[in-house]
């Protein structure tokens, strides 16, 4: 089955230390998208990429990198900058040039992001 | 910036009621819309897409309008089952590329 795939599923991180959240899709997509949803409010763009070794800052991308390597690969790094960094990470990807577009948005299913 | 807003953030009906989920956006030069549904610790799963240059789109029980000019969009949910309980969210694609999410109304069907 095509789809989204993101691991982990719950990832803690210590205080100065970096993790990396991986998100690896099959839809043959050339946008990629990573978001960050807090409770209550909506998803906020962190980065995104329309094709292979491109990305651009979203809204939120302070704290955070990115690379796009790969077609099917758009890993996302939550640096010690990232004084704040609780929260659900989700993955998503668009056929071509996304929000310009008329393409549906498909979404992994998340991960769950502590400090602890 | 383009701002969404979702009002109810919470609705509960009983179970076979028909229903209506709002959305509004303060930029009119949008691309597209899109309803999502959204589970507990879920990824998001869109419903329908509205093309700027049409009225509405149906799929099912679910028809969602747009309306360009006055900045609002519904999703009407006919004869609510249980299984519709989640969470809807609305989202604008515009100018930026990009796309621009509302916070959703979290919906309870009783049965």
């Known amino acids: 089955d095509g789809g989204i795939t993101q691991s982990p599923k719950y990832l803690f991180r210590k205080e100065g230390q970096n993790v990396t959240l991986s998100c690896e899709q099959n839809?043959?997509?050339?946008?990629m998208y990573w978001y960050r949803q807090d409770p209550g409010q909506g998803l906020r763009l962190i980065y995104y990429?329309?094709?292979?070794?491109?990305?651009q800052k979203g809204d939120i991308a302070e704290g955070y990198s990115v690379s796009r390597e790969k077609k099917e690969s758009f890993p996302l790094t939550v640096t010690s900058a990232q004084k704040n960094p609780t929260a659900f990470y989700l993955c998503a990807s668009s056929p071509s040039q996304g929000a310009l577009t008329n393409e549906k948005l498909f979404f992994g299913s998340g991960t769950q992001l502590s400090v602890l | 910036k383009q701002e969404v807003t979702q009002i109810p953030a919470a609705l509960s009906v009983p179970e076979g009621e028909n229903l209506v989920l709002n959305c509004s956006f303060t930029?009119?030069?949008?691309?597209?819309l899109q309803w999502f549904r959204q589970d507990p610790g879920k990824g998001l799963t869109s419903l329908l897409l509205i093309q700027s240059s049409q009225r509405e789109q149906t799929s099912g029980r679910l028809n969602a309008s747009l309306d360009k000019s006055s900045g609002r969009s519904t999703l009407y949910i006919a004869a609510s089952q249980p299984g519709d309980s989640a969470t809807y969210l609305c989202a604008v694609g515009g100018t930026g590329n990009q796309f621009y999410f509302g916070t959703g109304t979290s919906l309870t069907v009783i049965p």
């Open positions: 990429s329309q094709i292979v070794n491109d990305f």
């Open positions: 839809l043959n997509h050339d946008a």
């Open positions: 930029d009119s030069a949008i691309y597209n």
